[in-house]
């Protein structure tokens, strides 16, 4: 990503943030394969009926992406007159079944959607608990369960706070977070004589 008008802290945050997101993407990989975990062909479900929530750092990859291609106005006065939009707005919904769907920013959408269902905690017993999704459990039981090569939220979360010690890392809705990340940049391109485009 180019990223050539903002400050070099924002930049060097992104690209560490982005980092993690590529070392959260190898050990759910090897989670999915050791366990044989895997979500069905185009199921959104995550997407489409919970309020996901992630915190406005986590959107800065994504908001800086949105003004250098131009989109980020549009997407900005969207959210401003639709505050009560609860499903994701990069979420895009099969016409006759709303849980099939596909994320349009696959590839720099946040860590929450990056390991949910492949993720999990440590239990009062000391031991890894998968979060497994509904479908997951649904479907695949037997297979939903942890192993020793499971990803630990909290393990990431850690990790990408320490980041910026100054951001405020409280969870938001997905598209509130969005939106202080939207504006967020658009603050920081305002004091910059270039365009992100
Ligand atoms: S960013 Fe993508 S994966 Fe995350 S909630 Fe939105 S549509 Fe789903």
């Avoid at 890392?169 to 992100?196: D, E, M, R, V, Y």
Wanted: aromatic share 10%; net charge neutral.
């Amino acid at each position: 990503m180019n990223q050539p008008a903002l400050p070099e802290r924002t930049r060097q945050f992104i690209s560490e943030l982005q980092a993690a997101w590529v070392e959260i993407d190898r050990q759910t990989t090897a989670f999915q394969q050791s366990g044989g975990l895997s979500c069905p062909a185009n199921c959104g479900r995550c997407c489409a009926r919970h309020t996901v929530e992630v915190s406005m750092p986590e959107m800065l990859p994504l908001a800086a992406d949105l003004w250098q291609r131009g989109e980020a106005e549009e997407y900005i006065a969207f959210l401003e007159n639709n505050p009560d939009e609860k499903v994701c707005v990069f979420y895009r919904p099969q016409p006759a079944n709303r849980e099939l769907g596909y994320c349009s920013v696959y590839q720099i959408r946040p860590s929450l959607c990056r390991l949910f269902g492949f993720a999990g905690r440590i239990n009062k017993y000391g031991q890894r608990q998968l979060n497994a999704c509904e479908v997951h459990k649904q479907i695949q039981p037997e297979k939903a369960v942890a192993n020793d090569q499971m990803p630990l939220f909290e393990q990431f979360y850690h990790r990408i706070s320490g980041l910026d010690a100054e951001f405020d890392w409280t969870p938001l809705p997905i598209n509130q977070a969005l939106l202080a990340a939207l504006k967020k940049i658009g603050f920081l391109l305002s004091f910059s004589s270039t365009s992100l485009r």
